[in-house]
């Protein structure tokens, strides 16, 4: 009886009560128990100054088995919010279509019981609309259904479990979508720490499905678990990995299994031991325009690594390590097969600060697709000296040599010798133009001589050169601008010519108490030039060239037009290289990739009250696409 009257004290207040009020209100321990047994309990003596605590106001005791408890209601926080809105939307080749729906968005929060147990927070929202278009198919109506949930259970201990969901869609978005886009999330997350020690567990679930009348569904889950530790001078980890994905449409899909175990020790600065282990297996199914490819493929990998000083005073670095690796794959009922196993042993000795020395020698057993075993060693011995920097007035002069020898054993074939000489020089110079800007030039020339081996006599030149300007013209407003270049070009019996041409710049400025504008823009053009060589009987291999830019410009004002409370942005974004994240198991990639997009936003707020207006332009899949929204909404409650 005792202890159900004790339980009873702990429960909270009544929900109508404030926070504050409920842990004064809280009944003392024998105000829970019948009048026979407290009048059989002697009251202890009062402290002065001490009140005894108040029954929690209109809490009506529940008789249960002649034992009195108090329950109540933990507060609960809710609030929610109401909006009409409209949409007006075009794309390439499609009809002008306007959508017209209202929205109402309930939330809340909790705990039960108390709330370092667990707390709960969720919400629907209910929404209405009305689609016209262009093409005189008629009025349509819809209505959709959304909303989330969270729960935490001991989110302030040492285990906390964490599951959440939401449904959301399109309707009263300000994005463009090329589809009515409805997506489903769902999480799940248990981690676990030890009362003592440097341990960590870890195990997640995710989904993400969206769907919609034009591509069906896309899904991609992940499951994941991790474990780390650290005992001593010992660290490891293990952590294994499900992602899976599908495609309704075009029946595309992943499903990709990992597994990965580390392992470290470290006994100081002197001596460090790395080891690892990992296996991919991959089912991938794609499709080339109408074809679908199916790609099958396992690997295999694990290996340790030792760096070993044998003293601080002595300038004598000794690693080593075995590996192996194994591959399996399967590309549309065409099947591959490889094995390695391989170790290394290689010592760095620098004399001065200057020169430095190195061997090092390998040896693999190699095995493809059941041709039998090759046997490969590696023997090499290196040398490099780097001059001390030469200044020149403000010039800054560096320089470097390096000359490398190696012989190569092949069960297959007899050993190969080689021998590469190299040179390289730098010249950099800063200049201040004035107190807030500078220029800084970097030209740089290499040239390697090889000789012998399989691929012959050939001469390696490179040049490259960067410049680049920083300006400060304020405390408020900063940027810079760099140029590069670089020409790779190879004569002999390789012949091979490369160019690179890289501009960057970025920029920040606050324009006034309430503007502030950024900028980052990026161009950058490739060309691989004729390539031939000796091994290929002089075949060309005709010139390719690229382009790819990036961008992004954003420009805020906090109050545009003078008008308080009234915020204005304008986002520009180009981008021109896409992926195809989702289908590699990315859940948080979106489905639609983005060439370029225009967005500016004008809100409003007053008092509960606030106003969108978004006009955007974009291309996506190659198509362009124009969006006009605009939405007035009022919240109201307390979330």
């Given at each position: 009886?005792?202890?159900?009257?004790?339980?009873?004290?702990?429960?909270?207040?009544?929900?109508?009560?404030?926070?504050?009020?409920?842990?004064?209100?809280?009944?003392?321990?024998?105000?829970?128990?019948?009048?026979?047994?407290?009048?059989?309990?002697?009251?202890?003596?009062?402290?002065?100054?001490?009140?005894?605590?108040?029954?929690?106001?209109?809490?009506?005791?529940?008789?249960?088995?002649?034992?009195?408890?108090?329950?109540?209601?933990?507060?609960?926080?809710?609030?929610?919010?109401?909006?009409?809105?409209?949409?007006?939307?075009?794309?390439?080749?499609?009809?002008?279509?306007?959508?017209?729906a209202q929205r109402l968005d309930l939330r809340a929060?909790?705990?039960?019981?108390?709330?370092?147990?667990?707390?709960?927070?969720?919400?629907?929202?209910?929404?209405?609309?009305?689609?016209?278009?262009?093409?005189?198919?008629?009025?349509?109506?819809?209505?959709?259904?959304?909303?989330?949930?969270?729960?935490?259970?001991?989110?302030?201990?040492?285990?906390?479990?964490?599951?959440?969901?939401?449904?959301?869609?399109?309707?009263?978005?300000?994005?463009?979508?090329?589809?009515?886009?409805?997506?489903?999330?769902?999480?799940?997350?248990?981690?676990?720490?030890?009362?003592?020690?440097?341990?960590?567990?870890?195990?997640?679930?995710?989904?993400?499905?969206?769907?919609?009348?034009?591509?069906?569904?896309?899904?991609?889950?992940?499951?994941?678990?991790?474990?780390?530790?650290?005992?001593?001078?010992?660290?490891?980890?293990?952590?294994?990995?499900?992602?899976?994905?599908?495609?309704?449409?075009?029946?595309?899909?992943?499903?990709?299994?990992?597994?990965?175990?580390?392992?470290?020790?470290?006994?100081?600065?002197?001596?460090?031991?790395?080891?690892?282990?990992?296996?991919?297996?991959?089912?991938?199914?794609?499709?080339?325009?109408?074809?679908?490819?199916?790609?099958?493929?396992?690997?295999?990998?694990?290996?340790?690594?030792?760096?070993?000083?044998?003293?601080?005073?002595?300038?004598?670095?000794?690693?080593?390590?075995?590996?192996?690796?194994?591959?399996?794959?399967?590309?549309?009922?065409?099947?591959?097969?490889?094995?390695?196993?391989?170790?290394?042993?290689?010592?760095?000795?620098?004399?001065?600060?200057?020169?430095?020395?190195?061997?090092?020698?390998?040896?693999?057993?190699?095995?493809?697709?059941?041709?039998?075993?090759?046997?490969?060693?590696?023997?090499?011995?290196?040398?490099?000296?780097?001059?001390?920097?030469?200044?020149?007035?403000?010039?800054?002069?560096?320089?470097?040599?390096?000359?490398?020898?190696?012989?190569?054993?092949?069960?297959?074939?007899?050993?190969?010798?080689?021998?590469?000489?190299?040179?390289?020089?730098?010249?950099?110079?800063?200049?201040?133009?004035?107190?807030?800007?500078?220029?800084?030039?970097?030209?740089?020339?290499?040239?390697?001589?090889?000789?012998?081996?399989?691929?012959?006599?050939?001469?390696?030149?490179?040049?490259?050169?960067?410049?680049?300007?920083?300006?400060?013209?304020?405390?408020?407003?900063?940027?810079?601008?760099?140029?590069?270049?670089?020409?790779?070009?190879?004569?002999?019996?390789?012949?091979?010519?490369?160019?690179?041409?890289?501009?960057?710049?970025?920029?920040?400025?606050?324009?006034?108490?309430?503007?502030?504008?950024?900028?980052?823009?990026?161009?950058?053009?490739?060309?691989?030039?004729?390539?031939?060589?000796?091994?290929t009987g002089g075949a060309q291999v005709p010139d390719?060239?690229?382009?790819?830019?990036?961008?992004?410009?954003?420009?805020?004002?906090?109050?545009?037009?003078?008008?308080?409370?009234?915020?204005?942005?304008?986002?520009?974004?180009?981008?021109?290289?896409?992926?195809?994240?989702?289908?590699?198991?990315?859940?948080?990639?979106?489905?639609?990739?983005?060439?370029?997009?225009?967005?500016?936003?004008?809100?409003?707020?007053?008092?509960?009250?606030?106003?969108?207006?978004?006009?955007?332009?974009?291309?996506?899949?190659?198509?362009?696409?124009?969006?006009?929204?605009?939405?007035?909404?009022?919240?109201?409650?307390?979330?």
């Open positions: 009886m005792a202890v159900a009257a004790l339980m009873g004290s702990l429960v909270q207040g009544p929900c109508h009560a404030s926070e504050d009020e409920s842990l004064s209100a809280r009944p003392s321990l024998s105000s829970g128990l019948s009048e026979a047994s407290a009048a059989e309990v002697s009251p202890a003596p009062e402290k002065p100054g001490v009140t005894a605590p108040l029954p929690a106001k209109d809490t009506k005791p529940v008789e249960k088995d002649n034992v009195k408890t108090n329950f109540g209601l933990a507060p609960i926080r809710w609030g929610g919010y109401t909006a009409d809105t409209f949409r007006l939307s075009q794309g390439s080749d499609q009809p002008r279509s306007l959508d017209h929060s909790s705990y039960l019981w108390q709330p370092w147990m667990a707390t709960v927070s969720g919400g629907i929202g209910l929404a209405k609309g009305l689609f016209s278009s262009d093409d005189n198919t008629g009025d349509s109506d819809s209505t959709s259904i959304t909303g989330f949930g969270d729960l935490t259970l001991f989110p302030q201990s040492r285990f906390p479990f964490t599951a959440g969901f939401s449904v959301t869609d399109s309707t009263s978005s300000s994005e463009i979508t090329t589809d009515d886009m409805r997506s489903k999330r769902f999480s799940l997350r248990q981690s676990y720490r030890p009362e003592t020690g440097n341990t960590n567990f870890t195990a997640s679930y995710q989904n993400s499905t969206m769907s919609s009348k034009l591509n069906g569904d896309d899904v991609v889950e992940n499951w994941q678990g991790v474990y780390a530790t650290t005992i001593g001078k010992h660290t490891v980890g293990l952590d294994a990995e499900r992602a899976e994905s599908s495609r309704s449409q075009n029946t595309e899909g992943l499903l990709m299994d990992t597994f990965n175990a580390r392992h470290s020790f470290s006994s100081g600065p002197n001596l460090t031991i790395d080891s690892n282990f990992r296996h991919t297996s991959t089912n991938l199914r794609n499709r080339t325009g109408i074809d679908l490819n199916s790609s099958v493929s396992k690997y295999l990998q694990a290996g340790s690594s030792v760096t070993w000083r044998p003293r601080e005073s002595l300038p004598l670095n000794i690693t080593g390590g075995v590996s192996l690796f194994k591959a399996e794959s399967d590309v549309n009922g065409t099947s591959s097969s490889s094995d390695v196993v391989s170790g290394n042993l290689a010592a760095t000795y620098n004399p001065t600060r200057n020169l430095s020395l190195s061997v090092n020698g390998s040896v693999a057993a190699a095995t493809a697709d059941e041709a039998g075993t090759n046997l490969i060693t590696t023997q090499n011995a290196s040398a490099s000296y780097s001059g001390d920097p030469l200044n020149f007035g403000k010039f800054s002069y560096h320089w470097n040599v390096s000359g490398t020898v190696s012989n190569q054993t092949d069960s297959d074939s007899s050993a190969t010798q080689a021998l590469s000489l190299g040179a390289s020089h730098g010249l950099s110079r800063d200049y201040l133009l004035t107190q807030r800007s500078s220029l800084n030039l970097n030209l740089n020339q290499s040239a390697i001589q090889f000789w012998g081996g399989d691929l012959g006599q050939y001469t390696n030149l490179n040049h490259s050169a960067a410049l680049a300007y920083s300006i400060n013209p304020s405390d408020v407003m900063s940027g810079s601008l760099t140029l590069s270049a670089t020409d790779t070009r190879s004569t002999g019996s390789q012949r091979t010519e490369n160019q690179f041409i890289s501009l960057q710049g970025n920029g920040r400025a606050q324009l006034s108490t309430y503007e502030t504008a950024t900028l980052n823009a990026g161009l950058q053009w490739t060309r691989q030039g004729g390539t031939d060589s000796d091994q390719s060239s690229s382009v790819y830019t990036t961008g992004s410009f954003s420009y805020q004002h906090a109050r545009a037009f003078g008008v308080n409370n009234l915020r204005y942005s304008l986002v520009a974004n180009l981008n021109a290289q896409q992926t195809n994240a989702r289908l590699l198991g990315d859940v948080d990639a979106t489905t639609d990739p983005v060439g370029y997009s225009l967005d500016q936003h004008f809100d409003y707020r007053i008092g509960r009250i606030d106003m969108n207006l978004t006009g955007t332009i974009s291309s996506q899949d190659g198509e362009q696409n124009a969006l006009l929204f605009f939405r007035i909404g009022r919240a109201f409650g307390n979330y």
